[in-house]
């Protein structure tokens, strides 16, 4: 069995030397590849060099995280199509897109920092359809303002995952009638989520992605700890029962889906 975490964020696994550790507690719960996921370019050199040196577990993003969109996001963003070039690429553009939920309290400023945000979105949108590379998105209390721009954008709605999808069976229609895709993570397990669990199913097992979101939102019975990859097997397992499918088989199709959706080896 070899589950696939679509998302992760290895930094702070990193930072404080628990990495290896991490890794190693990763491959024996099963999870034998994980995408470690860029926010804004503090770590977009970590995880290239993290790519390079566990080739066959980890492969990495670049983009722009919407709570991280600064006034300067324009210099960062200049840097990120040459991430693409020679070795180590970055297998998609993201995350990127819109967050009201951590806007300023100040209306104004509210405002000013969702403007930068879509901004940022829009010409991260524009790269991604130029380079022809997966785009993942972060939606947090705009899901309907992130639909609208993704589609006056060129990019093709084939190579878009909305991640950490945590809307309802209605939101999944109308991302599925465009062919945009939904990854979940341990939210899936939680008691209160029975709108993402019909969301879920509304996708279907072809279409499913599964992710830690680590070092966040850790699945049922680790709620409250720390996340991390390893952790993924429970999201999984509880998932196969959702399905009414066994967990090797639930592992094989999530990680066809992964593989394809990101262009994994």
Same mark, same amino acid.
């Given at each position: ?95 990127? $897109?819109?967050?009201?939920?951590? !806007? ?14 879509? *901004? ?22 705009? %899901?309907? *303002?992130? !639909?609208?721009?993704?589609?006056? +954008? ?10 950490? %999808? ?39 097992? *072809? ?34 029962? !959702?399905? $009414?499918? +066994?967990?090797?088989? !639930? ?10 959706? %990101? $262009?994994?080896?």
């Amino acid at each position: 069995m070899a589950w696939i975490d679509s998302h992760t964020h290895l930094e702070s696994f990193h930072r404080r030397g628990e990495l290896e550790a991490v890794l190693a507690r990763a491959a024996e719960a099963g999870v034998t590849r994980l995408i470690t996921i860029g926010t804004d370019s503090s770590d977009w050199s970590l995880y290239r060099e993290l790519s390079a040196k566990h080739s066959q577990t980890v492969a990495h993003t670049v983009g722009i995280h919407p709570c991280h969109v600064g006034e300067n996001w324009r210099g960062e963003f200049a840097q990120i199509a040459a991430c693409f070039e020679g070795k180590e690429r970055p297998v998609a553009l993201g995350e990127t $897109g819109l967050d009201r939920f951590h !806007l300023s309290k100040d209306p104004e400023e509210a405002e000013r920092e969702f403007a930068r945000q879509r *901004d940022a979105f829009r010409a991260q949108l524009d790269l991604a359809a130029r380079l022809e590379v997966p785009v993942v998105v972060h939606s947090r209390g705009a %899901f309907a *303002d992130c !639909l609208a721009m993704i589609d006056e +954008s060129t990019v093709e709605w084939h190579r878009v995952v909305f991640h950490c %999808f945590a809307e309802g069976a209605e939101a999944m229609g109308q991302l599925m009638e465009r062919g945009g895709y939904g990854s979940f993570t341990g939210i899936l397990t939680y008691k209160s989520a029975e709108d993402v669990r019909a969301a879920a199913l509304a996708q279907g097992i *072809d279409r499913l992605m599964l992710e830690t979101d680590a070092p966040y939102l850790a699945p049922v019975p680790k709620r409250g700890k720390p996340n991390e990859p390893a952790f993924l097997a429970h999201t999984g397992r509880f998932a196969a029962d !959702l399905f $009414g499918v +066994s967990p090797e088989e !639930l592992a094989r199709r999530t990680a066809e889906t992964t593989r394809a959706f %990101f $262009g994994l080896e």
